[in-house]
């Protein structure tokens, strides 16, 4: 093969990537105009790379409509092989270029209130240690805020992510419990099985057991749904917390958030044999385009922290107590 034909394969082989990146964001977005933003590009050149990748395939992989775009069935296969490729590559150059580039600057992360007081904290504490020429600013918020709006650099944020525009990395999961103080359960009884917490007073986090039906699944792995009631509901998970070590009922709350008060026995864990539903714990950043340095050191550093039973690390001599 000539010079010339090597270097036209490359090209081509580049110029498919960048095609699998914006079908892979417009599979995302549902918008070739976003991605066209994205790549500092037109529209109509989104709209003949993805077109040309289809030819290319002899397959549909987007079904067009007047309210936008959707997979087939097809596209939803190769988007998932598209993704897995755009994401090493990713990888591979910032392991190149990380090396070669000083982790400096502010730092913005954003984050839950409660996850932000007993986990963020001593996460950023750490990782500032570890990068001298970082300042870091952190802030707090139970509400879901516009990362760009509120110059956010990096958010740490739980649940299913509603905004696909939206850098993201999974970090791991977050396990909810349930928990009484034992005080409370040799007066009113321990529950064994899931529906005998309609016969107890309950403390209801608002801002996820709004509708006072908790879900989790029982012994057996069958889902069970169960309609409690309960004297206190609030959208803060220290005072639901603080109720319960106050015997007042049964709370389900962030094993993080339980964690220090089991280890001392103020609360015991209830019907251990079930399990709450998890929550998934992402690193979010305004666009998964150019992501600065210092958001990948960051994200680096977070990487691992959330395995298994990260909460135990808060009991450490250097976590930050409430």
């Not at 910032?94 to 996850?115: H, M």
């Not at 009884?189 to 005998?196: E, I, L, N």
């Not at 150019?290 to 994200?299: C, D, E, G, H, S």
């Amino acid at each position: 093969m000539s010079e010339r034909e090597r270097s036209s394969s490359r090209r081509q082989a580049m110029d498919r990537i960048d095609a699998m990146h914006m079908f892979v964001r417009v599979a995302e977005t549902g918008s070739f105009t976003k991605v066209a933003h994205e790549f500092t590009t037109t529209q109509p050149t989104v709209t003949k790379q993805v077109a040309a990748m289809e030819a290319r395939l002899a397959v549909r992989l987007l079904n067009r409509n007047t309210r936008g775009v959707s997979l087939t069935e097809a596209g939803a296969l190769y988007y998932e092989r598209c993704k897995a490729i755009v994401s090493s590559v990713a990888e591979a150059e910032s392991a190149v270029r990380g090396p070669q580039t000083r982790v400096q600057g502010q730092l913005r992360i954003g984050s839950s209130v409660a996850f932000g007081r007993r986990v963020v904290i001593p996460l950023a504490l750490e990782f500032m240690q570890l990068n001298p020429e970082v300042q870091v600013d952190l802030s707090f918020e139970d509400r879901y805020t516009d990362l760009v709006a509120h110059g956010i650099d990096v958010a740490l944020r739980l649940g299913k992510l509603a905004d696909s525009s939206l850098g993201a990395r999974t970090l791991g999961v977050n396990p909810w419990v349930l928990v009484a103080s034992p005080r409370y359960l040799r007066q009113h009884g321990t529950p064994r099985r899931p529906a005998d917490l309609r016969d107890h007073a309950t403390l209801i986090y608002s801002s996820v057991q709004g509708n006072d039906v908790w879900r989790m699944r029982g012994a057996q792995g069958e889902q069970v749904s169960v309609t409690v009631t309960g004297r206190l509901r609030s959208n803060n998970l220290s005072a639901l917390l603080a109720a319960a070590r106050s015997h007042m009922g049964i709370a389900a709350v962030p094993r993080y958030v339980a964690h220090e008060s089991l280890q001392d026995g103020r609360i015991v864990e209830v019907l251990k044999a079930c399990r709450l539903p998890e929550q998934e714990i992402h690193a979010v950043y305004p666009s998964p385009r150019l992501v600065p340095q210092k958001v990948q050191a960051f994200i680096a550093f977070l990487q691992g922290r959330f395995d298994q039973e990260w909460w135990e690390a808060l009991g450490r001599e250097d976590a930050i107590k409430k």
